[in-house]
């Protein structure tokens, strides 16, 4: 298992960026490697979701979220055919009308074989880019809202 954190500052209402990363179904859109999206079950405290990633090999994954608007998105791996963990979470806060600092976390395990230090080293290099996919699809979408600054 490898986890990792990431936290920024984004130039993108809180309520917009939670738009972004609460639209699932958008994903394949500007998510890396992956190509479908499928929402299974919807309630109003978070979604069952299946995703397919084309890496090195297809990752097929269902996660079920745990959703607060305005506050944070939580995930925790139901099923899959290589990952033996996928749980992770956003948190926000409102640092203005237009500012909101993002905290991203990731844990992930596969089901095979991993060096611990390559799957550190994976986690830590897709952690920062899965990140910045998200807040340029967040400053794309609502641009005058200006560009995101790293904050560690």
Known sequence: MAQATEQTIVRVSLKDFYSVISDYGRYPEFVDGMTE????????????VKFVLDLI????????????????LEWTLLESNLLKKNNGSWFLKALGAEETEVTYSLEVG?????????MDQMTKQMLPKMLASFVDRAETLFP?????KKRK
Not at 37 to 48: A, D, N, P, Q, V
Not at 144 to 148: E, F
């Open 37 to 48: 999206c499928s929402i299974l079950e919807r309630k109003k405290t978070g979604c069952k």
């Open 110 to 118: 596969f089901g095979l074989f991993v060096p611990g230090f390559i």
């Open 57 to 72: 090999k297809r990752v097929d994954y269902t996660i079920q979220t745990v959703e607060k608007p305005g506050k944070s």
């Open 144 to 148: 005058a809202n200006g560009a995101s």
